[in-house]
């Protein structure tokens, strides 16, 4: 008897198992997989004034200087988008912005995006300037004529941000849904600046000027699930370290500034499936 009941279990076991099994999934629902999201849009800028440092070390003091404006003035650049223009499109102030909602109960997620700022400094704006001009001594208050110094981050103040996206829901329904949008980022600058230093000037190139630090909270508008229209205020620290001067990039200035930014964008949100 005991063997008879030893043999059945033996025998019934494997299909007990793979019936639980079966079952167990059976009861397990599909899990979504994270969402992806791009979105494209433009911005407005403004800035805070800083102070900017301008110098070159040459042995020959007739193209040595080193000097520093105190808190100067500086603008955006907005531009203009005409539908008809196609090529235009990156013309104007411009963001665009790659993103992955883990898709967890917290709704975390990560971004990478591509900040194309534009950052003028004001020409003929009475500024405090102090230092020496090839080896003669400057210490006074005078209009910032753009042949001593005119300085454009226009293509631009570009900032390349690395976030961490915290997403909100605030309502949910079948055809439109809204959340708010918190961001934190850090990245390096890759700018272009065109600039004037003692006559001497320069169209620049794209290179490596320094870090940026920014923050931004939104709110996204998603319509059936996958177009949103979304709007930012962000706020930045970008400390310039690496900004070369004039025809030769033998000259440098360094400077940090707080920059604000308001944004609105068009996006795509889309997942791949289930799992």
């Given at each position: 008897?005991?063997?008879?009941?030893?043999?059945?279990?033996?025998?019934?076991?494997?299909?007990?198992?793979?019936?639980a099994v079966a079952q167990d999934v059976k009861d397990q629902k599909p899990k979504k997989r994270g969402e992806f999201y791009f979105q494209w849009g433009y911005n407005r800028d403004w800035y805070s004034h800083s102070?900017?440092?301008?110098?070159?070390?040459?042995?020959?003091?007739?193209?040595?200087?080193?000097?520093?404006?105190?808190?100067?003035?500086?603008?955006?650049?907005?531009?203009?988008?005409?539908?008809?223009?196609?090529?235009?499109?990156?013309?104007?102030?411009?963001?665009?912005?790659?993103?992955?909602?883990?898709?967890?109960?917290?709704?975390?997620?990560?971004?990478?995006?591509?900040?194309?700022?534009?950052?003028?400094?004001?020409?003929?704006?009475?500024?405090?300037?102090?230092?020496?001009?090839?080896?003669?001594?400057?210490n006074r208050t005078y209009p910032l004529d753009p042949d001593t110094l005119h300085l454009q981050h226009t293509n631009g103040n570009n900032y390349l941000l690395f976030s961490l996206v915290k997403r909100q829901k605030?309502?949910?329904?079948?055809?439109?849904?809204?959340?708010?949008?918190?961001?934190?980022?850090?990245?390096?600058?890759?700018?272009?600046?065109?600039?004037?230093?003692?006559?001497?000037?320069?169209?620049?190139?794209?290179?490596?000027?320094?870090?940026?630090?920014?923050?931004?909270?939104?709110?996204?508008?998603?319509?059936?699930?996958?177009?949103?229209?979304?709007?930012?205020?962000?706020?930045?620290?970008?400390?310039?370290?690496?900004?070369?001067?004039?025809?030769?990039?033998?000259?440098?200035?360094?400077?940090?500034?707080?920059?604000?930014?308001?944004?609105?964008?068009?996006?795509?949100?889309?997942?791949?499936?289930?799992?």
């Open positions: 008897m005991i063997l008879r009941v030893l043999f059945l279990t033996t025998v019934s076991f494997p299909g007990l198992i793979k019936l102070d900017i440092h301008v110098y070159r070390n040459d042995p020959d003091p007739s193209k040595s200087y080193d000097f520093t404006l105190y808190h100067a003035k500086a603008d955006d650049k907005p531009d203009m988008w005409r539908w008809w223009q196609p090529d235009r499109l990156t013309i104007p102030q411009y963001d665009m912005n790659f993103g992955y909602f883990f898709n967890d109960k917290n709704d975390w997620g990560i971004e990478v995006g591509w900040n194309h700022l534009k950052y003028v400094v004001t020409d003929w704006q009475n500024i405090y300037i102090s230092g020496q001009i090839y080896g003669t001594a400057i605030l309502m949910e329904g079948k055809k439109i849904n809204v959340s708010a949008i918190a961001k934190a980022g850090v990245g390096p600058m890759i700018t272009y600046t065109i600039d004037t230093i003692l006559g001497d000037k320069d169209w620049g190139y794209f290179h490596y000027h320094g870090m940026v630090y920014a923050a931004s909270i939104g709110v996204r508008a998603t319509f059936y699930k996958h177009f949103y229209l979304q709007t930012d205020i962000q706020t930045a620290f970008a400390n310039y370290t690496n900004t070369r001067l004039g025809h030769d990039h033998i000259g440098r200035s360094t400077q940090h500034f707080y920059s604000y930014q308001w944004t609105y964008e068009i996006g795509y949100a889309f997942t791949l499936g289930k799992k």
